[in-house]
């Protein structure tokens, strides 16, 4: 573990070692049908481009979040209370938080991403806004133990914006919540953001942008896999495809090869048919009925729970029961 010192606040390193990273990699490409986890998507180029897609019109997830966080302030303001420690899992540029940071209710904030380039920068700029309040980043993956710092709030509260959750299979979203569960005291709050089922068509275009983002998006795993880890993807010889899988509510977004070819890895070599896929990244969509009873079986009551006028996405705040 690493502590960084940038002026008055700190960040904790826990950052994957590279040899995870060769590992998942060679076991999901060696894998029928081949994957990759979505937590990979995630490098310096992956997080900027992210960030563009969360401005597109088509990706409704992050603004219409973001008008739930404003509209249903005053009462998530309260639920949430004062002097509490905020911890973020998967904080990106925490563009969210600072709805609610801005009332300077919070005792200290804790953002955890595993993507280093994206939590220091977002740090940083944390600090200039905010410079009394005391900020302790994580670079850390969440789905492995990890320890938060000493806090010394009222109570701790989660945020779990983006509906990140829905990347998880619904089992290990179970797996993943009951753990987190099992680490809250009673006065604890969770405040988690999960996208709705819809009509598809909807969804749908949110993964299949005009610009291509979500394409480059998708496509730089492959551009990172080859710098990090001395890979000869051709990355034009596949395509980004995402589609609504309706028997499972979910987006699978997958990687295809547009022709017969071997790619030379390490001393291996996988071989991809034409339309043979990578399957990078799922996006679990729920129905607030089908959410909150995964929460009730992990040890979360429902709280309360926030909705655009469509409903298109949910907010939701639990305590442990
Ligand atoms: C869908 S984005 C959401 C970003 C932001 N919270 C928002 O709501 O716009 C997922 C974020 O979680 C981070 N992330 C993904 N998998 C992670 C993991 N296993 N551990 C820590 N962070 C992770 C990514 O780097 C990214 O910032």
């Known amino acids: 573990m690493r502590t960084i010192n940038?002026?008055?606040?700190?960040?904790?390193?826990?950052?994957?070692?590279?040899?995870?990273?060769?590992?998942?990699?060679?076991?999901?490409?060696?894998?029928?049908?081949?994957?990759?986890?979505?937590?990979?998507?995630?490098?310096?180029?992956?997080?900027?481009?992210?960030?563009?897609?969360?401005?597109?019109?088509?990706y409704y997830q992050t603004r219409t979040e973001i008008d739930i966080l404003h509209q249903s302030y005053s009462t998530i303001s309260t639920l949430i209370g004062e002097h509490v420690d905020l911890v973020e899992l998967g904080s990106g540029s925490s563009k969210k938080t600072h709805i609610l940071l801005d009332e300077q209710r919070v005792n200290s904030y804790i953002p955890i991403d595993i993507s280093t380039s994206m939590l220091t920068n977002t740090v940083d700029q944390l600090k200039e806004k905010y410079p009394s309040l005391t900020i302790h980043g994580m670079v850390a993956d969440y789905t492995k133990p990890f320890s938060l710092p000493a806090l010394g709030g009222n109570k701790k509260v989660t945020f779990f914006p983006g509906s990140t959750i829905g990347n998880f299979e619904p089992s290990e979203a179970a797996m993943f919540l009951k753990q987190l569960s099992q680490t809250f005291n009673k006065e604890d709050g969770l405040l988690i953001g999960v996208d709705l089922k819809k009509d598809q068509h909807i969804i749908e275009k949110a993964y299949n942008d005009e610009k291509g983002i979500t394409?480059?998006?998708?496509?730089?795993?492959?551009?990172?896999?080859?710098?990090?880890?001395?890979?000869?993807?051709?990355?034009?010889?596949?395509?980004?495809?995402?589609?609504?899988?309706?028997?499972?509510?979910?987006?699978?977004?997958?990687?295809?090869?547009?022709?017969?070819?071997?790619?030379?890895?390490?001393d291996q070599t996988f071989a991809f048919t034409k339309n043979e896929t990578i399957?990078?990244?799922?996006?679990?969509?729920?129905?607030?009925?089908?959410?909150?009873?995964?929460?009730?079986w992990c040890g979360f009551k429902p709280v309360e729970v926030f909705m655009d006028k469509n409903q298109w996405f949910s907010v939701h705040y639990l305590e442990v029961m």
């Open 215 to 266: 394409a480059a998006f998708n496509k730089n795993v492959l551009t990172r896999i080859n710098r990090e880890l001395q890979c000869d993807f051709k990355v034009e010889n596949f395509q980004h495809h995402a589609y609504y899988n309706t028997s499972k509510s979910r987006i699978e977004m997958h990687l295809i090869s547009t022709i017969d070819q071997t790619v030379q890895f390490q």
């Open 279 to 296: 399957h990078t990244e799922n996006s679990y969509k729920y129905s607030i009925d089908s959410f909150q009873k995964l929460c009730l």
């Open 6 to 58: 940038q002026q008055h606040h700190n960040i904790t390193d826990l950052s994957l070692e590279p040899n995870d990273f060769l590992t998942d990699v060679l076991q999901g490409l060696s894998s029928n049908p081949k994957m990759l986890s979505a937590k990979y998507l995630y490098d310096e180029l992956g997080s900027k481009l992210f960030e563009k897609i969360t401005s597109l019109d088509e």
